[in-house]
């Protein structure tokens, strides 16, 4: 069993997170209920005072994979924000639900497509909308 860090969200995510909850149709229940379990168990913070290590919506993270040597760069996004040149991640994504609240240099397990774990890493926080003073996006 993978313990999962702690996690940390604003009250500001928590808030439109749930909206977006109640709104959205799911094709796929088992991520409304992760992302349901992640904000249970997250500890929610008013924005301006969010810890400037901790991964919100819409921040670009720096990501190391364990199977490969470059870090790649992702932005965790609501669904209507995604792009396709692969650049955001949606929060509904089962890894963009595991990002939420990390703090950098937190690691989780994921399974890769042949079911292998592979460890990722949040190497670093290039954007934070919190620390840019950005409360209400």
Same mark, same amino acid.
């Given at each position: 069993?993978?313990?999962?860090?702690?996690?940390?969200?604003?009250?500001?995510?928590?808030?439109?997170?749930?909206?977006?909850?109640?709104?959205?149709?799911?094709?796929?229940?088992?991520?409304?209920?992760?992302?349901?379990?992640?904000?249970?168990?997250?500890?929610?913070?008013?924005?301006?005072?969010?810890?400037?290590?901790?991964?919100?919506?819409?921040?670009?993270?720096?990501? /190391?994979?364990? =199977?490969?040597?470059? !870090?790649?760069?992702v932005? %965790?996004?609501?669904? *209507?924000?995604?792009? &396709?040149?692969? /650049?955001?991640? =949606?929060?509904?994504? !089962?890894?963009?639900?595991? %990002?939420?609240?990390? *703090?950098?240099?937190? &690691?989780?397990?994921?399974?890769?497509?042949?079911?292998?774990?592979?460890k990722?890493?949040?190497?670093?926080?290039?954007?934070?909308? &919190?620390?840019?003073?950005?409360?209400?996006r």
């Amino acid at each position: 069993m993978t313990i999962q860090p702690d996690i940390i969200i604003s009250s500001v995510d928590l808030e439109r997170l749930e909206v977006l909850l109640g709104f959205r149709s799911y094709s796929d229940a088992l991520c409304k209920l992760n992302l349901e379990g992640e904000l249970k168990r997250a500890k929610v913070v008013d924005s301006r005072h969010l810890p400037e290590n901790v991964v919100s919506m819409n921040s670009t993270v720096q990501l /190391s994979i364990s =199977s490969s040597e470059a !870090p790649f760069y992702v932005t %965790l996004v609501y669904p *209507k924000d995604i792009r &396709e040149d692969g /650049s955001t991640l =949606s929060i509904f994504s !089962p890894i963009g639900t595991a %990002l939420l609240g990390m *703090k950098q240099g937190d &690691e989780i397990y994921w399974p890769n497509p042949s079911g292998k774990n592979i460890k990722v890493r949040v190497e670093n926080i290039l954007y934070q909308p &919190e620390r840019a003073g950005e409360y209400h996006r």
